[in-house]
């Protein structure tokens, strides 16, 4: 965990009230997809967290929707201008547990911290299959990213306007993979605990206080008793969930 | 060179800049940031007799300048605070101790008080009053002064080590609880806690947190954290520790010129992990420009 | 089209968004500023029976999100509200006006309440109970169910028109004042007058308010307000006017779901003058958004 | 009274802890030198009331000196960015009670008003007297633009570093003048009113809620009532004034 200034380089609209934004900066805090930051933004008190959805060393990007105060100010700030973060929180995917066929089930701003997994997996020679869900065809992002890294792209829309008709469920396939990474909204993840046979991690949110363990804000219970999603999180063992 | 340090019942602190309980778990979390030694001392995570999950979530919601929580005293139980948290909070850090102490019922006051001044770790015992009182109607403890005066005799009877009732700002007239402590052999008040209060999300129709109300604390809660300090100042003689919104080294001061001893940190903890360390950093310039040059006369002098 | 009326007692309000007393004069200033009849209603700086100055200079503070005033009931006493004020403003305004009645001792609500409420230009009368009472140590009257329901029962004999008893949130159960409110013949329920508070300048050592204490309100206070709409509206069957820190259509969203028939707007309007018709003006496209098209079903529809 | 965007054209330091402040913007609300306008500064609740230094068709000028976080802001904040202003508040000077010799005493930033109010004397054909009051050299700012009005200037600092040695009271002529024009801290407007023979106006401060006349938070005894100081005022006539 580090916290440092870091410098909006850039911000793209890439679906609907979906943004990309580049931040410039220290990352050597981040040292596995799935982990966060927790951006201070001028208006607000408690910081915003957003998975980190891929980084290198000169910065990171997040990929957000803009759903309130904080999310809308971030999307509209311009280039040059510095945002104070909290980098390299939570626990992150453990990539040793992938096999040679993992499945990534992300849904809406799930599908991001995916994709800095992805892109590492590939690195490491496994090819993952990508599920990416969304409501409906104008929030659709990332389908071309996914397949330029070289994965399998399924994409499913609710409402059947673009890609598969249904649900992540329903464009999982039963067999032939090796464990699963899910991120996505609750009812979704359930839906997907449910529906795997294989080991999997699953990556939660929680309003937080902190980010970073001191506040009790973000606990979760778990078989092997409570946990904080912000530094025991955000991703947990399917074996541990409790719902 | 200034003199940042204060005294706290005998008890020397080498600045006024405590963080407080709840927002520093037991303090290993901020090891990471910073070496905790540079702290005037250190306030544990409420606890109380069993473990306790807390409230269901969410437990945290925004506000204009502050922030609701209610974590609902998620802690591990006084026997693993003592036994495990504690001393591996030793390693790290050598000064002085606050253990907070809850409970439902006065027997659990009593017995985790007890508890907490036995151990060689704990050098001061804050008795959080904030929590309802199950017993009898639900009303928290401190929201009376016959309950806060009963709660505090009885801790009393059982400790040694200086005693900090802690009081909720939810009431009608602060000065006369605090009366009641230091009628009842209160060794000093901690103030304040956090003020009751709501967030209603407008999309769902629902209370954000899962309790329906939590705790307001953060910078919007100093003017009436600081109002309350002073009120207590000119009730009782008693030391206090001064909490409420504390952002920054000015505020160390203005909660000191209200009557305050040491001055916790509590929210802004949480926004920004380096919070004590700078705002502890901040206090030395501070105080040459305003000509102090020992912090310890800051001490209620805007009483008149 | 979405419908953004709401009925307080059988007066029709276009909207529900009311400048809070004492932050909107007699109405003159703000005519400057844009139409008053945009305005839900109005209601009227706080009035005593005979003129008074008010409290000395400084009587205004800055708060994190929010600001302090210790104004102290500035008024031209009230036949002359009644006389000159209302009159000039019924020139510029013709929606509801509501009354804000303030005293030392019953005697003097019951006389200016009975003179509101002869007055042809009065809708409602809002009786502020904060003040201290004189009589009886000074305590405000409605830090205590007794005195605010003595209030309500005094004024509620000499009035035909509604009747609003204002709260003060420095209490440790607001239920209660409000039960004792309506039990004693009050119509609604308005609230939260202002948060007890206290700044203190570092450089020269004395609080900012000549005062010394003065009241916190703005963005800071919306958590603390919201929780006690919710609080009374669980606890009484009246209709409320909620406020406290309310400057978004968001906030008058919030406290209606909270349980609020109308909102006051206050400190925003000194921080920027159009707050009022901003507000009133992003209330439509709000609630279009939220899939709304009478806002009066929002009124307590949190409530579960 | 208007409410406005302006944009911050420059700021400069000229003198210690006092800056100058170009804001672009409407000015037609302004219609006497000595009203002020009310600022909105993000991070802080209320507006600061800073006199309207100079003003033309394309803008205004503020001088103020960093005391607090509202100031110290509006010092470090960069040309291009947007202020939300109240304009044209308060009552001003009165320049028809100037008579042909009137004299302008400013202490400190009490001075920046009494520039506006020189100029437009000057257009008037009128040639005022001025006397401007520092702590000492360093803080001493705006005797060449007076001069170069063509004012009479004499400069006061209280520690003689600089120019007269004393107070204003004490660069005072005690003959020649018609009227006066006074801003600056309390005591100095006291002295003022005792030492002068001659009708005159004084410019007061006040802690302000709104700053155009709805809060009575700055309220103030004069010999004909209470009045405002943002609505009535800020400038009173001697003749009225209550210590
Ligand atoms: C570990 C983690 C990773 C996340 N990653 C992403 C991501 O990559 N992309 C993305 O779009 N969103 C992500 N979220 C959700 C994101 O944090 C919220 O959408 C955001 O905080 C909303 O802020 P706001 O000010 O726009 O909304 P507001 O509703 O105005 O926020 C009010 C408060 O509620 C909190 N809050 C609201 N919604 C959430 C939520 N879903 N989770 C946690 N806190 C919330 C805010 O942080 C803030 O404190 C993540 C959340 C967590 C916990
Ligand atoms: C009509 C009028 C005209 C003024 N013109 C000038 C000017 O031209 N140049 C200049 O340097 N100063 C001027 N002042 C004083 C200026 O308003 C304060 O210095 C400024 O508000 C301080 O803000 P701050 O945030 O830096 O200080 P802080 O102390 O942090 O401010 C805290 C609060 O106190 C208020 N406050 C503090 N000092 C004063 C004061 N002296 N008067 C009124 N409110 C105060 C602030 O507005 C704010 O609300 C004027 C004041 C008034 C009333
Ligand atoms: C997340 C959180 C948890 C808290 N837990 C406790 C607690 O366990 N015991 C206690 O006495 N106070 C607790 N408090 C209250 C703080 O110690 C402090 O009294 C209050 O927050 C006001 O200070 P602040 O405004 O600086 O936060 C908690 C506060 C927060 C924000
Ligand atoms: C400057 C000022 C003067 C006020 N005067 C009165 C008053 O005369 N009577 C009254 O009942 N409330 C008075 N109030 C309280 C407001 O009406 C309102 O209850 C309170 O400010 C909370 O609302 P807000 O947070 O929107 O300001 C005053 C508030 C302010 C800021
Ligand atoms: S958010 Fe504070 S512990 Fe997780
Ligand atoms: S500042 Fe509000 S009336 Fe003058």
Known sequence: MKKGSYIIENTQQIAKNTYRTRLKGDTSAIVAPGQFVNIALAGSFLRRPLSVCDWDEKGLWVIYKTVGKGTSALSKLEPGQKLDLLTGLGNGFDMELAGSRPMLIGGGVGVPPLYGLAKRLMKQGVRPLAILGFNTAEEVFYEKEFAELGCDVVVATVDGSYGQKGFVTDAMPQEGTTFFYACGPEPMLKAVYNRTNTSGQLSFEERMGCGFGACMGCACRTKYGAKRICKDGPVLMKEEVVW | ?304
Chains 1, 4 share one sequence.
């Open chain 2, 1 to 304: 060179m200034v003199d940042t340090s204060v005294k706290l019942c005998d008890i020397q602190l080498k600045n006024p800049v405590i963080p407080a309980s709840g927002t520093f778990g037991f303090g290993h979390e901020f090891a990471h940031w910073y070496d905790l030694n540079v702290l005037g001392a250190i306030c544990l995570k409420g606890t109380t007799k069993d473990p306790r999950f807390g409230n269901e979530t969410p437990r945290i919601a925004e506000a204009p300048a502050g922030m609701l929580n209610a974590v609902g005293l998620q802690n591990p139980g006084i026997e693993a605070v003592l036994e495990t948290e504690l001393p591996a909070l030793r390693k790290l850090y050598s000064g002085p101790v606050i253990a907070n102490i809850s409970g439902f019922s006065k027997e659990e006051y009593v017995f985790c008080c007890e508890k907490a001044d036995q151990s060689p770790h704990v050098d001061i015992i804050e008795v959080n009053i904030s929590c309802p009182n199950v017993q009898s109607g639900g009303m928290s403890f401190g929201a009376s002064a016959k309950d806060a005066g009963e709660i505090t005799k009885a801790v009393r009877a059982v400790c040694k080590k200086p005693i900090f009732m802690k009081l909720t700002p939810n009431v009608t007239d602060i000065a006369e609880i605090a009366r009641a402590c230091e009628a009842n052999g209160a060794d000093g008040i901690s103030l304040i806690n956090t003020l009751l209060a709501m967030r209603i999300d407008i999309k769902n129709r629902k209370p954000v947190l899962a309790n329906t109300t939590g705790g307001l604390s953060g910078p919007a809660v100093f003017p009436v954290a600081l109002r309350m300090v002073w009120q207590v100042y000119k009730a009782v003689k008693l030391p206090i520790i001064g909490m409420g919104g504390v952002s920054c080294p000015e505020d160390v001061v203005e909660m000191m010129l209200a009557g305050a001893t040491a001055v916790q940190v509590g929210a802004s903890n949480l926004q920004n992990p380096f919070a004590c360390p700078e705002i502890i950093d901040g206090l030395p310039p501070l105080l040459e420009r305003l000509g102090v040059s020992r912090i310890a006369e800051l001490i209620g002098a805007a009483h008149y």
